[in-house]
């Protein structure tokens, strides 16, 4: 997202993911396809394209194991 601080951007995440989940329960898919969400702003968080997904997968699992 253009303009969107590293702030905004974990709202929007946010969601994001609280309207899959929603979508997914509601076609009885939940159980089916998991879904996983990592965040990474640039510049704050890298400053090129395989940095930021890096940034972002490594979030992820960081997600996943809290």
């Not at 969107?4 to 329960?25: A, D, P, T």
């Not at 509601?26 to 394209?49: H, R, S, T, V």
């Not at 890096?54 to 997600?63: F, G």
Request: positive net charge; hydrophobic residues 40%; glycine residues 6%.
């Amino acid at each position: 997202l253009t303009d969107c601080s590293k702030q905004n951007s974990l709202k929007v995440k946010g969601r994001i993911e609280e309207i899959m989940r929603k979508y997914l329960s509601d076609n009885e898919m939940a159980g089916i396809i998991k879904l996983g969400f990592g965040c990474a702003a640039y510049p704050d968080d890298a400053a090129d394209e395989m940095n930021l997904v890096l940034k972002a997968k490594n979030a992820l699992n960081s997600s996943k194991k809290a």
